[in-house]
């Protein structure tokens, strides 16, 4: 079964930090550029960061930028956002996606090959 898979979400403090995995099964994450998604309640999904599927391109979206740090480890098969200086308004389900040959030229969600189901990150005193 070909899928993605987050894991790492939780309750944190404002101030804290939390490192959010995305595995993949049944195909090759090395083919493709990884993207991170997060939804608020009552929000739109949104972009927040993606890498390139060698590792040479990373953006982030300006609410997380100097905080947060995407990278990859192909021989996993893996994809991380280490997530720093959390804030209430990171509040969100984050979601990793793949799309395939692609070096993140943008955050159109109807690119992205595959999705994972999501995990929970919630920043709260």
């Known amino acids: 079964q070909l899928q993605l898979v987050e894991s790492g979400g939780g309750l944190v403090q404002p101030g804290g930090s939390l490192r959010l995995s995305c595995a993949a099964s049944?195909?090759?994450?090395?083919?493709?550029?990884i993207a991170w998604f997060r939804q608020a309640p009552g929000k739109e999904r949104e972009g927040v960061s993606c890498?390139?599927?060698?590792?040479?391109?990373?953006k982030y979206d300006d609410s997380v930028k100097g905080r947060f740090t995407i990278s990859r480890d192909n021989a996993k098969n893996s994809v991380y956002l280490q997530m720093n200086s959390l804030k209430p308004e990171d509040t969100a389900i984050y979601y990793c996606?793949?799309?395939?040959?692609?070096?993140?030229?943008?955050?159109?969600?109807?690119?992205?090959?595959?999705w994972g189901q999501g995990t929970q990150v919630t920043v709260s005193s």
């Open positions: 996606a793949a799309e395939k040959y692609a070096h993140c030229s943008g955050y159109r969600e109807y690119e992205y090959d595959f």
């Open positions: 049944g195909f090759t994450l090395a083919y493709y550029a």
């Open positions: 890498i390139s599927l060698g590792g040479g391109i990373t």
